[in-house]
């Protein structure tokens, strides 16, 4: 079966710096990664995927993810970050088999203080 | 806008009512997701549908019945529903069978039973 980890259940980092939301996924195959955003009472919006190729992928909102293979991780990443940026980001693999199921991660929520 | 369009954005109804959600996608995809989103739980898959057959149902009590009439559409009737029950109802679709594609959430219906 297959799964993922969000070890944290709340990030804050001041407006400005860097911040890292960490993943962790357990797979039988390829992964196949994604990152969502959640902003109140709306649904997921879609931010960026690792499929294969270059383990550093960028996505929306100057967002980026690091897909790290021996450490089976996919830690989600911006250099500096807005006050815009606060919600709930979720982690997400891709199920290949059966029903083409996405399973996602328990969710982190990020503040960001002005 | 993401293309995955769900109605009625909030629902109250009594234990006792009949009620159905709606979600129509017009991104020509070929599978759709019925997940539930409670307040501090992880995101429940309920149902997903793949070319209009049913390939998933996790264990979803019959209170809640899941109708795919067509790629585009995807309902779930509600019935004498409990207060627990009561959570954010997601609807997101997809393409393809080899994982590689994200899914695309509606807005959610926000469903209050009392």
């Known amino acids: 079966a297959q799964s993922v980890a969000q070890p944290e259940d709340q990030v804050n980092v001041a407006e400005g710096n860097p911040l890292t939301v960490k993943c962790t996924y357990s797979v039988s195959g390829n992964p196949y990664l994604f990152w969502y955003v959640q902003y109140p009472n709306r649904g997921l919006q879609f931010l960026l995927k690792y499929i294969t190729g270059d383990n550093l992928v960028k996505g929306s909102y100057g967002f980026e993810a690091e897909f790290n293979k021996s450490q089976t991780s996919f830690h989600l990443k911006k250099p500096s970050a807005l006050v815009s940026d606060s919600a709930l980001y979720f982690c997400?693999?891709?199920?290949?088999?059966?029903?083409?199921?996405?399973?996602f991660g328990p969710g982190t929520r990020l503040s960001v203080l002005p | 806008e993401t293309g995955v369009t769900q109605t009625p954005r909030h629902l109250v109804m009594g234990m006792t009512n009949k009620k159905s959600l709606k979600c129509e996608q017009h991104?020509?995809?070929?599978?759709m997701y019925w997940y539930k989103q409670s307040a501090k739980k992880p995101l429940e898959l309920m149902f997903v549908?793949?070319?209009?057959?049913?390939?998933e149902n996790n264990s979803v009590p019959s209170r809640f019945s899941p109708e795919c009439p067509n790629s585009s559409h995807l309902f779930l009737h509600l019935h004498t529903l409990q207060p627990e029950d009561s959570a954010l109802y997601l609807c997101a679709s997809s393409q393809g069978r080899t994982g590689r594609t994200e899914a695309f959430f509606g807005q959610g219906t926000r469903l209050t039973v009392v």
């Open positions: 549908y793949s070319l209009e057959e049913r390939v």
């Open positions: 991104l020509g995809h070929n599978a």
């Open positions: 997400a693999v891709r199920d290949i088999g059966y029903g083409q199921n996405f399973v």
